[in-house]
């Protein structure tokens, strides 16, 4: 996958892009990601990028120019159809599963805004999604930008060490996940639940299934309106409800 971000703070970007994760997936060739300044792109001297909104109003907005020539800038194929991504409050809430959606793309532009908004010729006539992080507003698209790309690489081939390590993430199924435990068995008195240490695996499951659909009641009910439940999922719902 190639990814390009266009954003006029390109430094933020440093320190996400080279730890962990995100380190070894370009070590491994599996993404590039490619951080654009877009001021470069401004076409006059003082490389302006914003200006006053027309009909007044305070702030400042993005221009189209710097955002359109440097976006066409990346693209020397025109018949590939590029996702192009706009980070703002209006877009889409981003949920895994756009970011699983996401992650089936070769190519991804995100566009990182500033100041009070974007000229509107660059969502209707530049961007083909818009996505929101969540209902609040950031100082710009930067950190937006960090989550989708983290949230998104994750999920491509041999990024992660087992396909597992994300097939049964929250969200992933719909449901929250399940609570985990690792060594010790006891500590400060607290003790792992004792159907993990059975080695009974079908009994494991089902205790994980139960504790995923318990911590979906109680934190994200509104989770259960679109999951794929079966009849028993349903009736350990009503016993939990009761």
Known sequence: MNIHILSLF?????????????????????????????????????????????????????????????????????????????????????????????????????????????????????????ISIGDFVLTGGELAAMTVVDSVVRLLPNVLGKAESHEQDSFSTGLLEHPHYTRPVEYRGYKVPDVLLSGNHAAIEKWRKEQSLKRTVERRPDLLETAELTEADKEIIRVLKK
């Open 10 to 130: 390109p430094e933020m970007f440093t320190g996400v892009f080279n730890s962990s994760i995100l380190k070894k997936a370009q070590e491994k060739e599996e993404v590039a990601i490619n951080v654009v300044n877009f001021r470069d792109f401004s076409g006059n001297k003082h490389h302006q990028v914003d200006d006053y909104p027309y009909g007044g109003g305070a702030g400042m907005v993005l221009k189209p120019e710097p955002i359109f020539n440097a976006v066409e800038s990346l693209i020397t194929d025109s018949e590939h159809k590029r996702r192009v991504i706009l980070l703002c409050p209006q877009g889409e809430r981003f949920t895994q599963q756009k970011a699983e959606e996401l992650a089936k793309e070769e190519e991804l532009i995100f566009i990182c805004g500033h100041y009070e908004g974007y000229d509107e010729r660059i969502r209707e006539h530049l961007v083909t999604d818009e």
